[in-house]
């Protein structure tokens, strides 16, 4: 391989990560335009210095070969020079810090009525809290955070552990959730779509597999939406999905989840009630699909060692039932 390709191939994978659905240069939302405006400018500026720098680096060494420069006092330019370059540092600096400044004011002002959710950080997924004035229609929910497009949204940041820290690059800059302290951070989407995000802050093992998706949909299909994950599930299922069930309530499933409408209340782990209907399992882990779910029903800790599900034994044919029931809960 030529020295050529090597670069090209650093260059082009470097550059396949300006694009796409993680990206903090492909931004959607009024609070990402912002950061990629100031990064921009940062970017210039300290770009135009840096070749300055090295433009008058690359001329004193070819004067002091040619013999050009001599041991002459400093003449008048010289005192010229470095007073305009401190005058220039002073001024770029100055202009950095004012446009970063007004950058931080820009991203956390809300302009009108935003809606508030509760995000809380836990080793390793994200529990997700739709806060009501009305108890009965609160609901929780987990890695997949719907909002309308077009509206402010407020996120209340929270850990239950570690310190996480909450990235969706398309929509808003990062802010960690503290154990102990509550942070908030105003995220925004200008066109429907799904915004992949990921925990930026190095929180133990399972780290890198803390993903999350934020859905901006059109005002109708976000009323829609609200409306069936506040719905308890208390419709008669399959005999496949009903058996399913008796096997999650006699099993330690029921311990740590919940299905609202069921007799399952357990608290540690991800709300149930609607995992069919999300997109991923395991924090943005594996694809929802039957055969994902019941893979990871059957080893959890093969799939993401170290998580706080532990693997429970089961016949193939509870595996299948369970996995069924999992997936009817949409
Ligand atoms: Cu949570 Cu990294």
């Known amino acids: 391989m030529k020295v050529v390709d090597i670069l090209l191939f650093f260059f082009l994978t470097g550059v396949a990560g300006c ?69 220039a540092t002073g001024v770029i600096i100055t202009g950095l810090t004012i446009a970063s400044y007004y950058t931080t004011r820009a991203i956390d002002g809300s302009q009108g009525d935003a809606i508030s959710i509760s995000v809380k950080g836990e080793q390793w997924w994200w529990r997700i809290r739709y806060p009501n004035r009305d108890p009965a229609l609160e609901f929780e929910t987990a ?10 949204v407020r ?20 802010q960690d959730l503290v154990p102990g302290r509550s942070n ?42 609200l409306a069936s994950q506040r719905k308890v599930q208390s419709q008669t299922m399959d005999p496949e999905a009903s058996a399913g069930e008796k096997v999650f309530l006699a099993k330690p499933c029921a311990a740590c989840h919940t299905v609202r409408g069921r007799s399952s209340t357990g608290t540690t782990g991800p709300d149930l009630t609607h995992v069919g209907s999300r997109q991923t399992i395991g924090a943005g882990l594996l694809e ?23 693997m429970v034994p089961l016949t193939s044919n509870e595996l299948r039932q369970i996995s069924r029931y999992m997936d009817s809960l949409k």
């Open 19 to 87: 694009s796409g659905s993680q990206s903090a240069l492909d931004v959607h939302g009024a609070p990402a335009i912002h950061l990629k405006d100031l990064m921009t400018a940062f970017v210039w500026i300290c770009g135009f210095v840096w070749l300055l720098v090295i433009f008058a680096l690359i001329y004193a060494l070819v004067r002091s070969r040619t013999g050009e420069a001599s041991t002459q006092p400093d003449g008048p330019w010289t005192k010229i020079v470095v007073s305009g370059a401190v005058a």
């Open 155 to 174: 996120l209340q940041l929270e850990s239950a552990d570690v310190i996480h820290s909450f990235w969706v690059p398309s929509l808003a800059g990062k």
């Open 184 to 225: 908030t951070l105003l995220i925004r989407a200008e066109r429907p779509g799904i915004y992949r995000g990921q925990c930026a802050e190095f929180c133990g093992l399972q780290h890198s597999h803390m993903g999350i998706l934020v859905v901006a949909d059109d005002e109708a299909s976000y009323a829609r939406w």
């Open 143 to 152: 890695n997949e955070i719907h909002i309308p497009v077009g509206r402010d």
């Open 288 to 310: 929802t699909t039957p055969g994902s779910l019941a893979a990871w029903i059957a080893d959890p800790q093969t799939l993401k060692p170290g998580n706080n599900m532990p």
